[in-house]
């Protein structure tokens, strides 16, 4: 075991969409420090439904980060603060230690740092969803839509073209009895999700059938209740989360990706406007830079919380909608959309978090 002490000013623990994110993100508000320039990098509104291969995003926001910035292997076990400093302290799988100034959590839905913040268990819908890709060669004649099938209220197929050649599909049906982590055999899942949707039409089993082996996922459906985010602390001196380590919440929105996308403009935005001339900016005392920080992540927080709080339980009560086998609950959640979120309104999808 090694016990090499590494010091750093801002470390990002996880290497997804929101990590690399938010690494992209504060490298661009870096550069603009060292130049005594302004960011202008914007959010976009989006009208309609896009989908993305995640492994295709990933990839684009690596390729942009500097040369070195990206450690892989690196598994943090524990989190505490500095005696000192009161600054983290991470430590490492291999033995070694890490003390940052700034540590933002952006590992998903096992975090290390949300447990080390006290934030409550994830729950878990009595649902698994087999994800997979669909390729035609020759191309498909499919709609640049969003389409989901319900079968008996509790029962749902969907699918969404990439581009012309390219289609993600899904199937989501309760499946409680069964471990969910048995088994990641591709023809495992294949014979499950052929077997959901036998009585389907030739168009959709014929989908499934033929889609890319590799692609296939088996998943069990987890999300942070709504009210553990009303509840829940997402900060401790400066520590914070972001993506599925504060928000997890169901698919049925289709936001997971871009709510991750919007906390790292959010949480990089505050960190440049409380200190516009970095970390060094001034050469300020520990106590004033703590300081700063601290006000920083408090009001990336406020910002946050009402944002993913209202996509939290929109996508709870969708969820509720489709699995739920009482039609009591299926009907109450369909009445609480209604009333509170118009219905099928994309209303969400249009949501613009600020410039960078």
Known sequence: MRSEEEHHDIVIVGGGICGLATALALHRIQEAWHHKSTVQVKSSRVEDFRCLKRTDLIQVLFDNLPAGSVRLGCQIVAVEGDSSTSFP???VHDGSIIKAKVLIG???SNSIISKSLGLGALNSLPNCVIRGLTNYPNGHDLERCFLRNLDNGYMAFGRIPIDDKLVHWFVDWPYPDRD??????PKF????????????????????????????NLTRIRYRSPWHLVFGNFRRGTMTVA?????MMGPFLGQGGCVALEDAVVLARNLAEAMPMGLEGGRVGDGELKKRIEAAFENYVKERKPRVLRLAMQSMLVGM????????????????LVVFF??????????DCGPL
């Open 189 to 216: 899942i294949m014979e499950l999700a052929m077997q959901q949707i036998k009585d389907y039409p030739a168009e959709m089993i014929e989908m499934v059938e033929s889609s890319n082996p590799s692609s296939l």
């Open 243 to 247: 993506g599925d380590a504060m928000h």
């Open 180 to 185: 969910t982590d048995a088994s990641k055999d």
């Open 106 to 108: 952006c590992d998903g």
């Open 89 to 91: 302290i991470l430590y």
């Open 321 to 336: 909608l489709i699995s739920s086998p009482s039609k009591i609950k299926r009907l109450l959640s369909l009445a609480l």
């Open 342 to 351: 118009g219905g099928a309104s994309l209303s969400y999808t249009r949501y």
